[in-house]
Every structure is written in C-alpha cells, then in structure tokens.
C-alpha cells in the first residue's frame, strides 16, 4: 500500500510559477511510474505529465508542455511537479499518482494507476 501526500498548491497570479511535491511512503517508490492529474471544477480529471520509474522517460500533455516539468528523487521517494508560466485554465486540484508498471513505461490514463494522493488545489487568478 502506497500512500501519498501533495502540497505546494496556492493562489498565484498569471505568469508566476509554483512546485508541486508529492511525497510517498508504504511501498517501493521506484517501482513505480508518477503521473500528476488536474481536475478542474465541473471537468473530468485530465492527465498532465508522467515519468518512469528512473526517471529517464517523461510523457507530457499538450496543455503543459514547455511550461511544467516533472522529477523524481528515488532517494528521497518524491516527485515533483514544477509549474512556469501560469494561466488561469491551469486552475484545478492537482493530484500524483503512482502506477506499478515494468522497465520504463510511462502511463497516460488514470485507470492504470494504482494509489492517488488527495489533492492540492491551485488557483491562477488573472
């Protein structure tokens, strides 16, 4: 059983940036490929970024990328979500996510994830 805990959400302005954190614990962390998921009020959960277990491998929604970057610290059992260059349709909970998979998958949809942390919500006002 993983369990995993978010933080870093706020209220910030349009252009600024935040670090989202995901820490885990109960379970082999680098067994494990992370994903970050949003969920926006009245909208389904949307996959925003992935990464593998090592790390070497990343898969990025459109919506996101060249402004978000995942990592991951094995060492530590985190992974962390670094936001540049907000905007307000970035407002939603945030939610990690951890899926055991094998060699260097990267999943996309939420089903094939096993645990989830409970959110963090971010509000980008304009």
């Known amino acids: 059983q993983v369990q995993l805990v978010e933080s870093g959400g706020g209220l910030v302005q349009a252009g600024d940036s935040l670090r989202l954190s995901c820490a885990a614990s109960g379970g082999t962390f680098s067994s494990y490929a992370m994903g970050w998921f949003r969920q926006a009020p009245g909208k389904e959960r949307e996959f925003i970024v992935a990464?593998?277990?090592?790390?070497?491998?990343?898969l990025y929604a459109d919506s996101v990328k060249g402004r978000f970057a995942i990592s991951r610290d094995n060492a530590k059992n985190r992974v962390y979500l670094q936001m540049n260059s907000l905007k307000p349709e970035d407002t939603a909970d945030y939610y990690c996510?951890?899926?055991?998979?094998?060699?260097?998958?990267?999943?996309?949809?939420?089903?094939?994830?096993?645990?989830w942390g409970q959110g963090t919500q971010v509000t980008v006002s304009l």
């Open positions: 996510a951890a899926a055991p998979v094998v060699y260097s998958l990267v999943p996309i949809e939420a089903k094939q994830y096993y645990y």
């Open positions: 990464i593998s277990r090592s790390g070497g491998r990343t």
